[in-house]
């Protein structure tokens, strides 16, 4: 029959070490929308990535702290802006008939 209960060495043990994550790691994704001189941010996305949590022995741990690393991204993904253009106007140009009269009277001599 096997013991369910754990040793009281194991239980010190347990005790003694503990899981920590000590990284963190948020990105935030945004766009900016509106008039160009006035616009504002709107979030789209976010995501958060956690290292794999170390165990630590607090027996054999060298130091009275734990670095923890914290680290925030902010990534535009706003689309370049596209820049239109107003149609290139159709200009008709025409002379009046007597532009030239003066020249060309329409007789020749």
């Given amino acids: ?16 070490s503990c899981e920590v994550t000590t990284a963190l790691s948020i990105q935030f994704e945004y766009v900016r929308f509106g008039n160009i001189l006035a616009y504002s941010h709107r979030l789209i996305s976010y995501k958060i990535e956690l290292n794999k949590p170390e165990i630590i022995d607090l027996t ?11 680290i925030v991204y902010f990534v535009d993904q706003t689309a370049a802006p596209i820049q239109l253009f107003a149609k290139t106007p159709t200009i008709n140009i025409a002379l009046p008939p007597d532009f030239f009269y003066p020249f060309f009277s329409g007789t020749l001599f």
């Fill in 60 to 70: 054999t741990y060298p130091y009275q702290y734990i670095y923890l690393n914290f």
């Fill in 1 to 16: 029959m096997q013991n369910d209960e754990l040793s009281s060495s194991k239980m010190k043990e347990m005790d003694e």
